[in-house]
């Protein structure tokens, strides 16, 4: 006879964010019995209107993880046992201007809740990656990146990252934390905030405005719908081990060029909105990730077609202006105020 896995109560950060409230979105639906605390800082890219469908379903807590002492009790006070990590500074054209920010959040933030999680007993801890820690690939290059691949990061907010990586691993060898981390390949899906470049790129179709290709229209990233990525954490945190890491991707490669192509053809508009930009400092030419391990003892794999999946995210945009329109002027940075900072000296 099957018996219902016993309830838990779960901590997501992050989660008013993109991938985070469509986790807690996928976590109610495939665990109704377990308590879901959802914690974001709502900063400017956080908002709770991700979450309105389950906002009765859930328990909200407006907090920062670097405040280590509010992380200390909101785990104590709500029994968390499972803290999953999304909570972090994401987006590399701000990290170009505001370096400091993504190391206080994504290093110093994540520190203070690893040490809160340590002296609260939680059970398990599972951080979210990015498969850009790595570094890049060679566009021409029959390379992956692996598990055991050396970090090379090569901007602020891949350091960031890098950083609380290490921080989480330290933990967990140092003082026995029961941590899991997977690095993702480039996530799409609704809600995310329209700075990324498959929202920005419907958005500003759809207001009519140039979409903003770099002039390295040949870079590509390994794409994956959020809702695969949102099953492999559940594979990893039922089935995975305590301090391994697991690689979550499609070994789908899409350009920057395919995107835009892409959503003009979903929307019927002509290749002329689009308009050639200078790369960013730092641009990184490719990522592909091997995600052998999690197919083959986890036994996860990607179920949504990347053209489907991006038919169907565009048309949800295209469906959602009430969603979007507000958000457009929070943005606290615009690709031009990167593309015009003088160059960095390399000595």
């Not at 993504?102 to 801890?125: C, D, I, M, P």
């Not at 609380?164 to 981390?181: I, K, N, Q, S, W």
Request: charged share 25%; proline share 6%; with cysteine.
């Amino acid at each position: 006879m099957h018996r219902a896995a016993p309830s838990r109560t779960v901590l997501v950060t992050g989660a008013a964010g993109f991938i985070g409230a469509n986790f807690v979105h996928y976590w109610r639906a495939a665990h109704p019995g377990d308590t879901v605390i959802a914690l974001d800082a709502l900063t400017y890219a956080g908002n709770e209107e991700n979450l309105a469908t389950v906002r009765d379903e859930i328990v909200f807590v407006h907090a920062d993880i670097a405040d280590g002492a509010r992380m200390s009790r909101v785990l104590r006070e709500h029994r968390v046992e499972v803290v999953v990590n999304f909570a972090a500074e994401s987006h590399n054209s701000l990290a170009v201007l505001d370096p400091a920010r993504f190391f206080r959040t994504n290093v110093l933030g994540t520190q203070a809740l690893l040490e809160a999680s340590l002296r609260a007993g939680v059970e398990r801890f599972h951080h979210i990656s990015t498969c850009e820690v790595y570094g890049d690939l060679a566009l021409d290059s029959p390379d992956a990146f692996r598990e055991d691949r050396a970090y090379r990061p090569r901007t602020p907010y891949n350091a960031s990252k890098a950083g609380a990586d290490h921080a989480v691993r330290a933990y967990h060898e140092t003082f026995g934390l029961p941590v899991t981390l997977t690095n993702c390949a480039n996530n799409y899906g609704p809600y995310q905030f329209p700075e990324k470049v498959i929202p920005l790129f419907v958005t500003n179709a759809l207001l009519g405005r140039p979409l903003p290709v770099y002039a390295s229209r040949d870079h590509r990233r390994e794409w994956i719908h959020v809702d695969d990525h949102c099953r492999a954490i559940d594979a990893v945190l039922t089935g995975g081990e305590p301090g391994r890491t697991y690689h979550v991707g499609s070994g789908v490669e899409a350009s920057v060029q395919d995107i835009a192509d892409a959503v003009l053809a979903e929307l019927g508009l002509p290749a002329s909105l689009q308009t050639t930009v200078a790369d960013r400092p730092g641009h990184d030419r490719r990522y592909l990730l091997d995600s052998t391990l999690i197919r083959r003892t986890l036994g996860w794999r990607p179920t949504v077609e990347f053209a489907a999946g991006l038919a169907r995210t565009i048309r949800w945009y295209r469906s959602n202006p009430t969603w979007w329109e507000p958000l457009l002027e929070r943005r606290p940075v615009t690709e031009e105020s990167v593309w015009q900072q003088p160059e960095v000296s390399s000595r």
